[in-house]
């Protein structure tokens, strides 16, 4: 096959062509090549929605997957903020994880999963409003999960938070 040939080829036929087989729960738009990712809600009760996150998500249709280290409260050189201040430490940290997803062609509207660590789960919680204000506005709610831990990498940090992403 030449590469002209190839090129002219839907991203289905050219997984044909591979010889690999994969299942693509998506809308192949032909002349982009690229698949439209749709979420659903799984939620058998309603007190997490409550809090802001579902249960779990049934994803498909993505083809990119980023994976984001766990963000602080951190400047660009990497030095702590805010120390003592859960409020604008969660600020921060979602600014950082708004910023690697930017970097990888991404929003806050494709995360699918969270993991959240906090030195003081309690105070934490009385900051989640901060989740709700950012995450709102791409109408999605991540699985996720809230961990109380005595203390992160570096010392004087209160928060961190990881996702995963899907596009």
């Known amino acids: 096959m030449s590469d002209a040939t190839f090129h002219e080829l839907t991203l289905a036929q050219k997984v044909t062509v591979f ?23 799984v939620n058998p009760w309603d007190w997490s929605i409550k809090l802001g996150y579902n249960q779990a998500e049934i994803i498909t249709g993505a083809s990119r997957q980023v994976i984001c280290a766990g963000q602080t409260s951190v400047d660009s050189e990497g030095a702590p903020q805010h120390p003592g201040d859960m409020r604008a430490q969660v600020g921060l940290a979602i600014d950082n994880l708004e910023a690697v997803l930017k970097e990888a062609g991404m929003d806050l509207s494709n995360v699918v999963r969270l993991g959240v660590y906090a030195t003081d789960v309690d105070e934490a919680l009385k900051n989640f409003d901060l989740l709700g204000v950012r995450f709102g506005p791409h109408q999605v709610a991540p699985p996720m999960t809230l961990l109380g831990v005595t203390r992160l990498a570096i010392p004087g940090l209160l928060f961190e938070i990881e996702a995963t992403a899907l596009a």
């Open 19 to 41: 010889g690999t087989v994969l299942f693509y729960a998506c809308f192949i738009n032909a002349k982009q090549e690229t698949c439209e990712m749709e979420r659903k809600a």
